[in-house]
């Protein structure tokens, strides 16, 4: 089983659309959880970290489940400026700061 | 805003040659990383540093790779005899004084290494 793992896409969504992108992690011990976004041939940025309660950041909503190792992000009212691939990431168990990637979920907003 | 630079931008290389990319950290920042990302897979972490130490790496970081901070600024990965497999984009990361478990990486513009 992959460490981190997304579904690829395309997801194609017009502009005001809302879309969802999800993830599975394999390590129960994995201590914390992010998004990250990139664009073509640019570094990633962070775009939020991901809480065991849920939290908001404008129109992007990060969940996790522990219990199902999964975490998801929810984009509401999606901009053409949307349009990126979204990299789920896990920092590893204690006494680790190494980031595992997932291979990320390409969106494109149309107009 | 602060920014984590790295050149060069891009880096054409012969197979067998030695490669030195560098990294220039957010000056507060004291924990760093290499990672690297083959064209069209995942970003993959290679080592992460600490007090002029190694304190992780990966598989992948073998015998080829060194990294050291030789002039408490900028921070270097060095691949000692290129191989094709080692095209790739390669991303410093650096983190703030203290490395908490939801510390920001924050990752450079990468440096685009092609092996011919």
């Known amino acids: 089983r992959k460490e981190v793992e997304q579904d690829p896409g395309p997801f194609n969504v017009p502009e005001g659309a809302t879309v969802a992108f999800n993830c599975t992690y394999s390590n129960s011990a994995s201590q914390s959880f992010f998004w990250y976004r990139q664009d073509c041939r640019k570094e990633p940025k962070l775009l939020m970290s991901?809480?065991?309660s849920g939290n908001e950041d404008g129109r992007f909503t990060a969940q996790l489940n522990r219990a199902s190792q999964y975490i998801s992000l929810l984009i509401r009212d999606s901009k053409l400026s949307d349009s990126a691939t979204y990299l789920c990431v896990v920092r590893g168990v204690v006494n680790t700061d190494k980031l595992i990637f997932g291979t990320g979920t390409r969106l494109q907003v149309f107009p | 805003e602060p920014e984590v630079t790295q050149t060069p931008s891009h880096q054409v290389t012969q197979m067998g040659q030695e490669v030195i990319l560098r990294c220039v950290p957010i000056s507060n920042h004291l924990y760093f990383y290499w990672y690297r990302q083959i064209l069209g897979q995942k970003v993959e972490f290679l080592v992460s540093f600490y007090n002029n130490e190694i304190s992780e790496k990966s598989e992948i970081f073998d015998d080829q790779f060194s990294v050291e901070r030789p002039d408490g600024s900028n921070f270097t990965l060095k691949i000692r005899s290129t191989k094709l497999e080692d095209s790739a984009m390669y991303f410093c990361?650096?983190?703030?004084?203290?490395?908490?478990?939801?510390?920001?990486?924050?990752f450079g513009p990468g440096t685009r290494l092609t092996v011919l």
């Open positions: 991901v809480y065991s």
């Open positions: 990361a650096t983190t703030p004084l203290s490395s908490g478990a939801y510390n920001e990486q924050f």
